[in-house]
């Protein structure tokens, strides 16, 4: 027989609960209660279930904690099942909840808060003894299912009359059997609550496991395809986030790295990349166009302003929060208790990912540069209260953690360390592996957070880089390999006869445009010049149009290349220096160059044209907001866009009549980007997240526009700019990297960056 009284509570309450345990064993009643909160281990549920077998009655702990924990509501269900004796106590007033009201119905019940607390663990007592249960009875299995790290396993000495070294020897022999179950069965981790207290210097590697009802969320349920950063850090490194999906719906999951329970964050529905107030009492969070704050304790949710496709954000310690909407476009800070944003600094775009920096006094962000784009991707420092521009700190991605000695970065799907100069934010040496493992990402995103204490989170995986042409037919759901070959490939277009692909492929973060020859599976350069992207073919095949920063970062020029004479010419848009320039689509006539991109000195992307004819310039948009990626119809009168007006968070397609631009008429449906005229210019196709939607519209008289209808879906790569072309017959090119697969647990290492790997 076990003990005759099991304890169910949620491990919140954890240091309510031990002093009753402590009192009823006091009393000399057998308790069986979990104190080691490893109850992800199956060898643990194995237990407990044995556990609730044995006893005659369980004590229910009741509190807001416990009537969320899902471990309390199966426990009392197992016990209600086996006709178990169920005594509620109630640490605090609790509502019950509708799936505990069957089985606590009715029940007697005993209140430990406002009460003579002597008297009330006096009557628990007494209670117990009515429901059949001994008193003078030493339970019959352990007590504990923790082992601490400073202190010996608490396994009880024997009161028979057994030699006392024997049974010393025992107990030992004992405790080693169960430190080695431990490290076999969390993978050569350590107990979280051992982890916490990790002296400096001394390295400790968990492995946390991600519960199957709150898995996290994968390209399918991310806008546009791709995966933003899932899980954060609490500064002091004792609470962990990520975002996970439940009843097809993100939230976030909370968990401390204390205990194993997980807690799903009601009202943070539709969550992206969350970050912690430094407090570790707040969460900030983007979802449905806003960004949000929680509280931990109270699960109260503030929304604080208006944020749409945004690329992350940090939470100062002066009282302000930095974040980068509009997919890097604006850099900006608000109080955080709310209020109107403001710019966190002048002509600096392309802001991804900032983190806080040198002890609250700055941010690091990853950035192309200077209000450049397309070029380098670098790593940028900006002090907070500075009127100076960002400084760069070096080449390379995905900033994690910068402070006046140390700069932690990923690289290639490595995290590393570089050492810095004092009081500089120059490299002192060549940076260092952190870990061994490759963590998963891909471009400017990485699943990785690093607290101020040293403590760092991630989920292992390939970082995506290097990528697959593949040719999709939509009408029987088949594709195959365009090319044998795999690279760091960009955007591309087809040429109008489907024997040639003009594609940019990326080398040191820089892209050229090669030729790949279809039928041979062979590629071609046709350029001597780097930095050369979106291309382009005439309608007859004879020019190859692209937008080039070769003159420098931030200083954009059209060119073409002309297959038949093989010379390059410069097309001249005006008097204008061009931030950027995009190109988006040539006319069926070959008489229109269109593209978008943003003037010296503007900040956002409008829309534009060229009369390759007349050599004129006509600029279409100029609207407080961006608008990229038209396409021109087959009988040149009407234009597809992506735009983010009245977008609620997300970009939407929109379509306008050409070149008047006096019809604009939404046609898709919570989000989409990217438009295509179908093949036979019956209407549009486009992209929202891993799902190609189709639009069937006529458009000769009043246009007649259908329902947005599922085209087919995949993981997709997702690129800057059109990343997706039509051959004549129907079928569709595009990007695909590995297959998303769900990661099953979260790891996580103690005082990384005080011991080698």
């Known amino acids: ?348 775009l392309y802001v991804w990912m900032p983190k806080l920096a040198n002890n609250g006094k700055g941010v690091v962000f990853n950035s192309t540069g200077m209000g450049a784009i397309k070029d380098k991707t670098s790593v940028y420092y900006v002090g907070v209260n500075s009127v100076k521009p960002p400084v760069l700190v070096k080449d390379g991605f995905h900033p994690v953690w910068l402070d006046l000695n140390q700069l932690v970065t990923v690289e290639d799907g490595q995290i590393r360390v570089t050492e810095l100069l004092p009081n500089t934010l120059k490299a002192a040496n060549q940076s260092e592996m952190v870990v061994k493992s490759k963590v998963r990402g891909f471009k400017h995103f990485v699943q990785v957070a690093l607290s101020r204490n040293g403590t760092l989170a991630f989920i292992k995986g390939d970082g995506v ?30 040429s109008p006869d489907g024997t040639k692909v003009a594609v940019e492929i990326e080398n040191d973060n820089v892209y050229d445009i090669h030729i790949l020859d279809v039928k041979r599976g062979q590629f071609s350069s046709i350029l001597e010049t780097h930095g050369n992207y979106t291309p382009f073919w005439s309608p007859d095949g004879s020019k190859l149009y692209y937008s080039s920063n070769r003159k420098g970062p931030g200083n954009f020029s059209t060119f073409f290349y002309d297959f038949r004479s093989k010379t390059e010419q410069e097309i001249v848009l005006g008097e204008e220096k061009w931030k950027l320039i995009e190109l988006s689509d040539v006319s069926v006539d070959g008489k229109y160059l269109f593209y978008f991109g943003r003037q010296q000195g503007d900040v956002l992307d409008d829309l534009f044209y060229f009369d390759l004819e007349a050599g004129v310039n006509h600029k279409l948009t100029d ?41 604009e008429i939404r046609i898709s449906d919570g989000g989409g980007e990217e438009p295509k005229w179908l093949h036979d210019g019956s209407g549009i196709y486009y992209r929202n997240g891993s799902q190609w939607m189709k639009v069937k519209m006529n458009l000769e008289g009043e246009p007649e526009i259908s329902e947005p209808k599922l085209f087919f879906e995949g993981e997709y790569v997702n690129v800057w700019g059109p990343s997706h072309d039509t051959f004549a017959d129907g079928r569709i090119l595009l990007l695909k990297g590995e297959e998303w697969v769900p990661p099953t647990e979260i790891d996580v290492i103690i005082n990384a960056l005080d011991v080698d790997p």
């Open 1 to 348: 027989m076990g003990a005759e009284v099991f304890i169910s509570y949620s491990s919140l309450d954890r240091d309510r609960v031990m002093p009753v345990v402590d009192t009823m064993r006091g009393s000399s009643i057998s308790v069986w209660v979990d104190e080691g909160n490893i109850r992800a281990a199956d060898l643990w549920s194995e237990q407990i279930v044995q556990a609730i077998a044995d006893c005659r009655v369980m004590v229910v702990m009741l509190s807001g904690n416990s009537t969320d924990s899902q471990n309390v509501v199966k426990e009392v269900m197992l016990a209600s099942e086996q006709n178990k004796a169920l005594l509620p106590v109630y640490l605090e007033p609790a509502k019950i909840p509708a799936k505990l009201q069957y089985q606590l119905a009715g029940i007697q019940h005993l209140e430990l808060y406002g009460q003579d607390e002597q008297q009330v663990l006096a009557d628990l007592t007494a209670g117990l003894v009515k429901r059949g249960v001994n008193q003078g009875g030493e339970p019959a299995v352990s007590q504990t299912t923790t082992v601490n790290r400073h202190e010996k396993p608490r396994i009880k000495t024997p009161t028979t009359g057994q030699p006392k070294n024997l049974a010393k020897s025992i107990a030992w022999l004992l405790a080693i059997c169960l430190l080695v179950l431990l490290v076999l069965l969390f993978k050569n981790s350590i107990n979280l609550d051992m982890a916490s207290n990790a002296p400096k210097g001394e390295r400790l590697h968990l492995a946390i496991p991600i519960p199957k009802e709150y898995p996290t969320a994968g390209p399918m349920e991310m806008p546009f395809g791709g995966v933003l950063p899932l899980i954060a850090l609490s500064a002091n490194g004792d609470k962990l986030v990520y975002v996970c999906m439940h009843k097809k719906k993100r939230f976030l999951c909370l968990r401390s790295l204390s205990d194993d329970e997980y807690q799903l964050l009601k009202g943070t529905e539709g969550a992206l990349m969350p970050f912690f107030d430094p407090s570790g009492e707040w969460v900030a969070f983007f979802g449905e166009d806003k960004l949000k704050k929680i509280e931990l304790k109270s699960g109260l949710v503030k929304n604080l302003c208006d944020a749409k496709n945004i690329v992350g954000g940090c939470w100062g310690t002066d009282g302000m929060i930095y974040f980068s909407d509009s997919q890097g476009f604006k850099f900006r800070k608000i109080p955080e208790n709310g209020g109107n944003p403001t710019d966190v600094m002048k002509d600096q």
């Open 465 to 494: 880089t290097e990528l697959n042409l593949i040719v999709l037919d939509p009408e029987t759901q088949t594709s195959k390999l365009l090319v044998e070959r795999k690279d760091k490939f960009g955007q591309y277009s087809i």
């Open 623 to 663: 609207a407080p907001i961006h608008e990229w990626g038209q396409v021109l119809s087959r009988d040149g009168k009407w234009l597809a866009y992506t735009s983010e007006k009245d977008s609620k968070g997300l970009f939407e397609i929109y379509l306008n009549r050409f070149p008047e631009m006096d019809q």
